[in-house]
């Protein structure tokens, strides 16, 4: 059985990755694209990387009718996506890859976002989108918020360690290189080539970014206690990937352990032997998550490095793993591509 | 049905590219896996992007049984190639992507490689693999010679034209810009990073690249008459994909219709509208080659470009897709994934 | 004898590069900056990198006190530079880096810039700026136009040639590939690291690129006869440089000769040894022009290849090596920093 | 007056590096220049970015006359170093750039380098060359040990803190991202283009990497009482620049005011504004280091940042620095160059 896929927001890097992985996806067809600026265009002129595709011609999203549609990615910029939302049909499955539904707590969302949510109900239905972690709920949900990339990385290397208690709460500290197609397709000054190639620098820093709202409210939900983390994002010169270090107060043998048995039967996340490290280089294009564990010379430390791409696991195959969960899908499909090397 | 594949050379970059393309192949399966001084290793040690999979530990190739092996893939440098296939069983079907096999002429192999030929009677038997032109005698070789990735480059843009009779054979002029992993995985200064990531220069240029063997040879053979091109290729730092500029004396609009007519039935090539042209970026990691033809301001000359992943459609792709016609397998299968970009 | 100097326009990367060099020129003193919608900021908020210098602030252009200055850099887009140098006292030097007085010729300004010149007298004054050929009449000037990057290079490789009569005026075609700096300080999509990284492509292809209104210009009054090149530029993953490859009709030994014997004394142009060619890294922040000759295998062909920094020899050294005429200096003062490699 | 320099092991990143710093300093000149294996060779082969200079040919070490030299860089590989040295005249002056020197236990540096050192009178007499903080005796001493670039960062944003007694000495974690050139022109797989440039990853991970040795050495001294400190280098896309996040608890506004002080008079380190941070972009190809410190939103937590260029401030510009001082040459000398951006 084919099912019916709309994407939101289909002119920028996630829309495209969505793009690119349903290409070869068993059971997913794409019936509808809207992009409001470039409506009218063929998806080949505004990504000619995906010009030997068959596919339907950029709309406005009141143009589309989604009388014919399964299964809705909206992959919009955040605050415009919970008007757009709430706005579709009631019966649609939605997948959203944008910061709106991620937060539970209104008040959490406004802090981090400043502004109000405009959506507190839609908020209160969502499933937050970590697929390893909230699969039955995914399962069953009419609407999955996607994680933030970052989010999800450090989450990978962290929450079966606070879920088992074997690291120190107070002490944890996230260091993290990213490429830049997180940024996504925005024209700033220092994502040009010229101002990046040669320039490594942190964003964010001090406890600004975003994503910790995620930490917040997911670490501490696991710990039944308030956790903080420590996290300072870098803009590092590369296309894809991100690579957390994770700092932690704990036994790097038994951490290692408990991330090995968390993850034993996982598709996509990968545990490399105590005392091997990933690289970005070895996850880029494909849903893995690969994570490493090495002990510090001084005795009780720790780090974790997890690695994934922030367009593939990080964000648009997450959320087709997510799809194919609410559709009744082998929670693989379409995801299964090799990283590619070099 | 599910083939039986050995690759011979899996620790060099079109070995590993070939593993991640058959990795998601409905009708092949990896039996066996050599590289000389790896051998014992894992694939997943030399190569971790690859360490999701079930495969084959390296063997030495005297170590294979090649009984249980439907075909195989040779990747391995030239010279070592065809004593290496001339002890291969005379029933295995072989694709190789060395140099070894694609001069008809034992002269001109001795000429511009440097030696004599050590099998010319398995030279004479083989055939030439650039499967848009060779198909029929594809279907039906024992052996066939993988071109050369520039060498493919250049006759995707020019084939049609010479068989046309549309540009002057005398002006012929191929300025070809490489991705670094053509080179392989070679130790050499002038592929390092820090050498390489600001460095753009000719290489082997005044008429010395190899592939001119080869271009010599396909033209000449179609046009009726001896064609000399000049061809000056560059290291660009960039990691995959190679744009050749073909600068040609004829007709733009002539020219244009001639390709757009020979390649449409092709699935794997895409003739761009007249005046666009492509770019290495919307081909990665794909079995794509696109082409743009372009009028030059003075009239009676035009410029073609062609650009294709070195790795997939230059070397790897090009073998599976001769792997399928050889196995009755859909030509295209296993290479659809779409490019990946950014 | 210190002169005091004014860049207008000091808030985009050429602005930026005099910036770098007159920091430590033995001879000049900046005494005004300008950039208009950052008027009022420190150069060190706008370039970090020059957080060290002690320089005025930015500042309006009416904001400055031309009686003060000697000598001014106009570092400004073409078609508003017309209007402001219009406006500035005569009595002041000026060395402009953008288009505008580049054309002798206004009706050839017209066609390739798209609007009449505002300013046709202040063309009849401007001296242009390829300082090896234009020596005399820069050291008198009031007012010289600085070169285009691509226009310089593609001189440099040509002018002695062309003078001395050993190549086919008909037949000459640079393919030239350029780091992304010379497209400026410019928010566009294709610029992005995300887009550029992996994506070389030509552009302003078939005969549209405006440098060619210069090497019209110049190579017709050189032969004296129109002479029409074929011109291609490449945007390449990398920050600086520029490699032109010019193939031509002619005798490669005769050619290098010509180049050598022309340029045996000049500071900045290098002639390599027949056969040897040069590459954009060995150039990359420097004031110097590296040249290689090859002959092709077909006997009356040859490539000249050219390389040099664009913001540097290609701009904004280009300029100052000009105002040091102007003003009485030393040549080659401030000029004489060696290339950054790696 | 000009002191005649020689430069041993001038085949690699950090001899060519000197040669580019002196090629402009008004007080030094190379007269003999080493490379064992490319003994004979003139510098334009091995490094043809310098071809415009008229340097000496390259020697073997035991051909070079040193009584016409005054003092001698030693840009050697460590272990042959200290070889070396020993077997020069007493009364030359040294600036070493190896690891030989560095520490003063010669048990630690067995520890750290796997072999008991050879030379441990000369150990004795070497002052270790983190200029800011060891003038005097450098400016008396007849052999200083050049830090290791690494090293040298995370002490510059962290020495002034640990004399003032502002951070907790048990929780200091240097997290470090490292441009290729570091590695030196040496031919390893993972410093290839085609595998480095998507790839960042960390290295000598775990408390394992031989600056520590350095770190350890140099803050336990300071504090009076043994410090330890966590350390992951990472090794980045990039070619030149160090950037070393130093997380410490500590109060920001306490630790910015220190380092702001401790650095006020010095030329070269830039302590920016508290809440700014640097970036590599900004200080490539000079002998700038940029500081910048924030606070994290948990109290009590600080980031001291610091970027330096490897080759320079991190080695050879910093061998010059501290080569000034021994010659009574201003310090600054040959060293106000701006960085190179973009």
Excluded at 130 to 151: K, P, W
Excluded at 235 to 257: E, K
Aim: aromatic share 6%.
């Amino acid at each position: 059985m084919t099912h019916r896929i709309a994407i939101l927001g289909a002119s920028g890097y996630t829309g495209a990755e969505l793009v690119r992985l349903i290409a070869t996806h068993p059971a997913m067809r794409i019936v509808a694209l809207s992009a409001d600026r470039k409506a009218g265009q063929a998806m080949a002129d505004v990504f000619p990387f995906l010009r030997h595709l068959d596919l339907p011609r950029l709309q406005k999203i009141d143009e589309i009718d989604f009388s014919g549609v399964d299964l809705c990615f909206c992959a919009l910029p955040h605050a415009t996506t919970q008007l757009v939302i709430d706005g579709l049909p009631r019966t649609l499955k939605i997948v959203d890859l944008s910061a709106d539904f991620r937060l539970r707590d209104v008040a959490a969302y406004e802090k981090w976002y400043g502004q109000p949510h405009a959506a507190p109900e839609l908020q209160a239905e969502a499933v937050y989108g970590l697929t390893e972690f909230y699969r039955d709920q995914i399962r069953g949900a009419r609407l999955v918020a996607g994680t933030g990339c970052n989010a999800a990385t450090g989450q990978y290397a962290l929450r079966p360690l606070i879920s088992a208690g074997v690291i120190d709460l107070d002490r944890i500290l996230i260091d993290l290189k990213a490429g830049v197609s997180g940024a996504g397709r925005s024209l700033k000054e220092n994502l040009l080539h010229a101002e990046l190639s040669e320039g490594t620098h942190a964003y964010s820093a001090g406890g600004k970014h975003r994503h910790l709202g995620e930490f917040d409210q997911e670490f501490s939900l696991l710990a039944g206690r308030p956790v903080h983390v420590q996290f300072t994002p870098h803009l590092t010169p590369m296309n894809r990937g991100i690579l957390a270090n994770v700092y932690v107060d704990g036994d790097a043998a038994q951490i290692h352990a408990t991330l090995a048995a968390a993850y034993a039967a996982e598709p996509f996340i990968q545990v490399l032997p105590l005392g091997q490290l990933p690289s970005t280089r070895d996850i880029r294009g494909s849903n893995f998550c690969h994570i490493g564990v090495i002990g510090d010379r001084i005795a009780g430390r720790a780090m974790v490095v997890a690695t994934l791409d922030n367009l593939t696991k990080g964000s648009s195959g997450q959320a087709i793993q997510n799809a194919n969960l609410m559709l009744g899908v082998e929670e693989t499909a379409g995801l299964t591509l090799a990283p590619i090397f070099p």
